[in-house]
């Protein structure tokens, strides 16, 4: 039998298979991949007779923190206000997607609480790039279904600072969709999620949501600095036409660099490149200190 792993806690395994029956299942044994074993997200083939799974399908990607496998999208949740958008952690966690070759879709949230001048300045940086943004006022359902319809048939995870609103937004989609059994009937009755294990709730068919707890937001160290340029999208076409080979963008010393000229052509944004300086200069020293 075939499934997908809803969640796992040491060696028991929720695997929900094709006509949506749940069987608890273990990970020893038969397992073919000994070098490893299944997390939430895995693909998995499972013996009818013991309950053991027996292989895990190839990963599209796996992220150790929250351990998940095979996720399609990444939803960064920036607060216009109370908190106020932090854009580094946003281009950190940006570029840690296009590390891991997943779709990113930002949503602003309380827009509510910030004028729309200001909303539109930032949105329209990310736009530009080619990034799905959404407007979005968690607290008053505004702007819930027009990420719903980008989570369909995806496995999706959710990340951003503590109280930008994710768990609101997360309520909100599994509220208005009353047909599923969702995540509301699955935590206990204060609200709290009854468990500490990442869990993929279904949202509609073949959709799911990955609650994480204790989770918030990516580590990006594993990027090396020098490939940094790459994980940024807008600099792609500029990248190549720099004059130094392994050129970062960023010294005085690097003559005729293309990105820099188009930082000062307005074709690439100021707030983005002083971002992508910062990682770099972080990701650089950390790197340096590696064997401390
Ligand atoms: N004004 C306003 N407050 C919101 C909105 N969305 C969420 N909040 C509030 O922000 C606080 C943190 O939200 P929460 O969902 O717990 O954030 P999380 O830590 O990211 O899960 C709560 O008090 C929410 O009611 C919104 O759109 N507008
Ligand atoms: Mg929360
Ligand atoms: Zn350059």
């Known amino acids: 039998m075939e499934g997908i792993i809803i969640q796992n806690i040491s060696n028991s395994y929720k695997v929900v298979d094709k006509e949506d029956k749940i069987h608890i299942c273990s990970a020893r044994g038969k397992l073919k991949q000994k070098e490893y ?8 083939n499972v013996d009818e007779k013991t309950k053991a799974i027996c292989e895990i399908k190839e990963r599209k990607n796996y992220i150790k923190r929250p351990k998940i496998a095979n996720i399609d999208k990444i939803v960064f949740v920036v607060s216009m206000k109370h908190p106020s ?4 952690l946003l281009d950190k966690q940006l570029a840690f997607a296009e590390k891991l070759g997943v779709e990113s879709i930002i949503v602003f949230n309380k827009c509510d609480l910030e004028n729309k001048e200001n909303i539109e300045k930032i949105k329209e940086i990310y736009s530009k790039i080619g990034y799905i943004t959404i407007k979005m006022e968690a607290k008053n359902n505004i702007g819930i279904e027009e990420l719903r319809k980008h989570l369909k048939d995806n496995i999706t995870v959710f990340s951003g600072n503590s109280g930008v609103g994710k768990s609101t937004i997360i309520n909100n ?3 208005t969709n009353v047909t599923e059994e969702g995540m509301i009937s699955q935590k206990n009755k204060k609200g709290k999620n009854t468990t500490t ?4 709730y279904k949202l509609q068919k073949n959709t799911y949501i990955a609650d994480t707890p204790g989770f918030s ?31 970062s963008h960023i010294y005085e010393d690097e003559k005729e660099c293309n990105v820099k ?4 052509e307005n074709k690439i944004n100021i707030s983005r490149y002083n971002n992508y300086v910062k990682i770099y200069e972080e990701l650089k020293e950390k790197y340096k200190r590696r064997y401390n």
């Open 197 to 200: 294990a990442v869990t993929l």
């Open 217 to 247: 937001t990516f580590d990006i160290t594993e990027i090396d600095y020098r490939n940094l340029d790459k994980e940024f999208k807008e600099f792609h076409k500029y990248i190549s036409k720099c004059r130094y080979v392994g050129c």
């Open 173 to 175: 989609l599994f509220k």
């Open 261 to 264: 000229k188009a930082l000062k």
């Open 37 to 44: 074993l299944p997390v939430a997200g895995d693909i998995v």
């Open 85 to 88: 958008p932090d854009l580094l």
